[in-house]
């Protein structure tokens, strides 16, 4: 096990959230200077505000990381809570993107926020400030603090649907930071105090990023189990009952790194509906005393949980709670409903799940997407929900207006989602070259051709309809969840991937690495075997990696996959 974190060495970028003056850093002398980006310390503090420093790595050669130069540009990313948008928020952000945004594209991230690519240096305060104009924010969306805090998408409006969004938004504003530094630096330029107290984060805030997610028994797309925290609302007559409370869960590892891991939630307790927010603020408290400050591949409260045991920390969380811990409420097999095209709602409205490939709202020459978006909530003004598949789904919609917008989605060459094979629904990739600094090899741009391989596969096996998840990183940090997916590719090097087989999309068990460094040019080669014997010895409705489970599990689901 182990040392305590109180004794170890700070890593770098715990002092240099120790000496920023709760997240001022040097931040506003940088953006008034005319230096093309900032100091390493100063990109570490912007995180907290929702912003990455990056490069065009296109431009630059795919360096493995930032360097001098005027080429910078950065990431703004969107906090949402539970995906939840206004329709004049969305035509808002929208026009911010045709502004702003390198190729005029919003995209939506796998944690129902929305991100613009490629903003430069001199246009991030209008930015930022034109987020904020539409009451949305980017403080916390980023860094070592709760981040976007996720929730099942409108299906049918149900209302439980609503229970776990507004506990998404409850759980939100309990952990968002209290300093005042990005309004000072955003938004009115004026320091109120010389310095505040973070009553939740102390003045190093966490040692890592912690991800919170809200599911229901019928809807757990949010794949709780993946979450630092992952919360199973208990919703009964239309009331919170209280949730089952998982942690320790998260997917990012290293490769060649043994002692790194993807791992799955463990079952906490359960607490009542009163204190369901509280039991999240513990955690992320118990996690700010102890989690790992030395060494930041460590520092996830994952890694607590595993030095510590699940006892020790249910101790702790008892001992630091004020409220009873309750015993675990058994329930059968979360599920991940599809939430693309039309669900009545129990008002005898609708909503509609539109398609939006790797989550990328953009106009292409045949397809454009961001367009037919646009004209449809400017005529109906629809709310809207972000998803964690990366789609967007209308909410409150009229039988006539969901053929209108069909209509305009067509028109548009839009694919609807009728017309969607199995795998192309439910496919996942994250943003990876050119503008993340982390990735190793190709994800949202070569997704399309692996797909396109893979659905052509599929319709000759007769398998083009079955549900199947496909998820492609450009990184082992698993932005897209490809170690809980059917399957998953993970970069290891330029055009090169491992392959992982054995997840499901209810993301409650992880996948086997089925391959080693598989050229991107044969990773469907690799898969044809096995998709073969998919098709001969399936049973009835049997998706593909319930099928390797019974085929060529191991037995006893395991709970983490090493990065060895």
Not at 3 to 10: F, I, L, P, T
Not at 235 to 248: I, K, Q, Y
Not at 310 to 334: H, N, Q, S, T, Y
Request: proline residues 5%; neutral net charge; aromatic residues 6%.
């Amino acid at each position: 096990m182990r040392k305590e974190s109180k004794v170890e060495k700070e890593s770098k970028v715990e002092k240099a959230k120790r000496e920023s003056s709760l997240l001022r850093g040097s931040i506003a002398e940088t953006l008034a200077s005319a230096a093309p980006g900032f100091g390493a310390d100063d990109a570490q503090l912007l995180k907290f505000h929702g912003i990455y420093q990056q490069v065009d790595r296109d431009a630059r050669g795919a360096p493995a990381g930032l360097g001098a130069g005027s080429d910078r540009w950065f990431m703004v990313r969107v906090k949402i809570p539970g995906g939840a948008l206004g329709a004049s928020q969305y035509l808002d952000l929208d026009e911010l993107a045709d502004r702003y945004a390198y190729n005029r594209s919003l995209r939506i991230t796998s944690r129902q926020g929305l991100q613009l690519h490629g903003v430069m240096k001199q246009r991030l305060t209008e930015t930022i400030r034109g987020i904020n104009e539409t009451l949305l924010s980017t403080l916390a969306a980023c860094g070592d603090v709760e981040r976007n805090v996720m929730a099942p998408p409108a299906l049918g409006g149900g209302i439980g649907q609503e229970i776990a969004r507004d506990l998404a938004a409850r759980i939100a504003r309990a952990l968002c930071p209290a300093t005042g530094a990005y309004h000072e630096i955003w938004l009115d330029g004026e320091r109120v105090s010389a310095r505040e107290d973070e009553p939740v984060y102390g003045d190093r805030y966490l040692p890592r990023k912690f991800k919170t997610a809200v599911a229901l028994p019928e809807d757990n797309s949010v794949e709780v189990h993946s979450q630092d925290v992952g919360l199973i609302a208990l919703v009964d007559d239309g009331s919170l009952l209280g949730a089952n409370v998982l942690v320790g869960g998260g997917l990012g590892l290293t490769h060649r790194k043994a002692d790194t891991f993807a791992r799955l939630g463990t079952p906490l307790c359960r607490v009542g509906s009163d204190d369901v927010v509280e039991i999240v603020r513990v955690i992320a408290e118990i996690f700010r005393d102890h989690g790992n400050r030395a060494d930041r591949r460590h520092a996830r409260l994952k890694y607590l949980i595993e030095d510590w045991g699940i006892d020790r920390f249910r101790r702790e969380v008892r001992e630091r709670a004020g409220f009873e811990l309750l015993p675990w409420r058994e329930l059968p097999p979360l599920r991940a409903p599809d939430h693309l095209g039309s669900h009545a709602q129990a008002d005898g409205r609708c909503t509609y799940g539109v398609p939006v490939p790797n989550g990328r709202i953009i106009d292409g020459e045949k397809v454009r997407l961001k367009t037919a978006l646009r004209k449809i909530v400017e005529a109906f003004a629809p709310e809207i929900i972000l998803t964690p598949r990366q789609d967007l789904v209308f909410k409150g919609l009229t039988p006539a207006q969901v053929e209108k917008i069909e209509a305009t989605l067509a028109a548009f060459g839009v694919d609807l989602p009728g017309a969607l094979s199995g795998a192309r629904r439910f496919a996942l990739a994250c943003p990876a070259l050119p503008t993340c600094g982390l990735a190793l090899s190709e994800a949202e741009r070569a997704m399309p051709e692996v797909l396109e391989e893979i659905e052509t596969l599929l319709r000759d096996l007769d398998l083009d309809e079955a549900p199947i998840s496909v998820r492609m990183t450009g990184c082992p940090n698993g932005c897209a969840r490809p170690y809980t997916s059917d399957i998953g590719f993970v970069g290891r090097r330029p055009g090169v991937y491992d392959i992982f087989v054995g997840g499901t999309l209810r993301g409650d068990r992880l996948a086997d690495r089925y391959a080693q460094e598989v050229p991107v040019s044969e990773l469907v080669s690799t898969l044809t075997p096995l998709l073969h014997e998919w098709r001969r010895e399936r049973r009835e409705g049997e998706v593909l990696g319930d099928f390797y489970r019974r085929r060529h599990g191991r037995g006893e689901e395991r709970t983490i996959l090493t990065g060895a």
